[in-house]
């Protein structure tokens, strides 16, 4: 069967960063010697089979067979390698069509055999990752360590200090803030930091970016364009080894990106809109975030909080509202909101 996601929400880390981030350190080494990794071959056929029963079955490549449960987000890989929508095959099953389901998949998975072999990861008996056995695990625990050494190197130390964490068998996102050097400008305080995310299942790249955070409602800013994407990498064999200098290396840019975030706010917090225009930046975040009506809270809070009638008080009411959101879709509307703030022009 396939096993659905949790929500995905940031939790408010407490206490001393290096005690917070040990604690998470120990608990994913933990959960490490939960995973087991295998290769499917090809042969002759798609290596990974579907059964009646909606679970999957294969064969590693030294002989033993697998069958089992697989989660959700393993089956949209599955069902992308293979060709067929994952939807489709969960919609057959749901109205009592599994076998039509089961031949979809193998006529599809039979046109479009791959020469790969395939990595196969699972967590406590449940396939969690579908991949190429050419990608590279980054381990949780592995990217928490770099990190923990990263923002204990003596020219960062004390200054970034653990804000919010969102860990599971999937995915990290974590973020630091600056408390000490704020970004204040007019009306506006923010303070600099940074995000960190990572998958154990190829849910997106390791990937550190630029965050502005708002202390008054927690809510904050991810900026990606003009280098606010302080590192990325999606394959690097090496990474125990150096991965806690390209953090350093990384967090070596926070400076110019602070110069030039306090530009941007200035011309945001100075940029005032006039009835036509934010109606202008509504519809868009409606028709680009696909909020539909939702943009109606948008607009509560334009007229209760965030009242200045500006460019900067819409990016914070986006901001704000993305806190109702999922963790995947917060991010998205909290990087919406920064590239909203990059392009401000005067």
């Known amino acids: 069967m396939i096993i659905k996601s949790e929500k995905e929400v940031l939790a408010n880390a ?15 080494e933990e959960m490490s010697f939960y995973w087991d990794e295998y290769k499917a071959v090809p042969k002759g056929s798609f290596p990974i089979h579907l059964t009646d029963e909606l679970d999957v079955s294969y064969m590693d490549a030294s002989g033993y067979a697998h069958c089992g449960d697989i989660s959700e987000y393993a089956f949209s890989q599955l069902c992308g390698k293979v060709g067929v929508p994952a939807a489709y095959i969960k919609k057959c099953f749901a109205n009592g069509l599994g076998e039509l389901a089961v031949h979809n998949y193998q006529e599809w998975s039979r046109k479009n055999l791959s020469e790969d072999n395939l990595l196969i990861r699972e967590y406590d008996g449940v396939v969690r990752a579908v991949l190429s056995d050419r990608y590279n695990v980054f381990n949780t625990a592995s990217v928490l360590k770099n990190l923990r050494d990263a923002v204990e190197d003596p020219r960062f130390k004390n200054r970034y200090e653990l804000s919010q964490i969102f860990m599971d068998t999937d995915k990290l996102h974590i973020r630091f803030v600056d408390f000490d ?11 600099p930091g940074f995000t960190v995310s990572s998958s154990d299942v190829g849910d997106g790249s390791l990937n550190i970016k630029y965050f502005l955070y708002r202390f008054a ?24 080894e150096i991965g806690g200098t390209l953090f350093v290396n990384a967090l070596e840019n926070m400076e110019a990106l602070n110069e030039f975030s306090a ?27 696909h909020i539909g009506n939702k943009v109606e809270k948008i607009e509560e809070l334009l007229d209760t909080t965030y009242t200045d009638r500006n460019l900067i008080s819409f990016i914070h009411a986006i901001t704000e509202n993305a806190q109702n959101y999922t963790l995947a879709t917060r991010l998205e509307h909290e990087k919406w909101a920064g590239d909203i703030l990059a392009n401000t022009a005067a």
């Open 14 to 28: 407490k206490g001393k960063t290096l005690e917070v981030m040990d604690s998470y350190i120990n608990k994913a």
């Open 181 to 191: 050097n704020k970004i204040r400008v007019g009306n506006t305080e923010l303070n």
């Open 217 to 240: 409602c927690t809510n904050g800013i991810v900026v990606v364009k003009n280098g606010g994407i302080l590192f990325r990498q999606t394959h690097l064999k090496n990474f125990d």
């Open 263 to 289: 530009r941007q706010v200035a011309l945001a917090e100075n940029k005032h809109l006039s009835m036509d225009e934010m109606q202008m930046y509504l519809m868009r975040a409606k028709r680009e975030l």
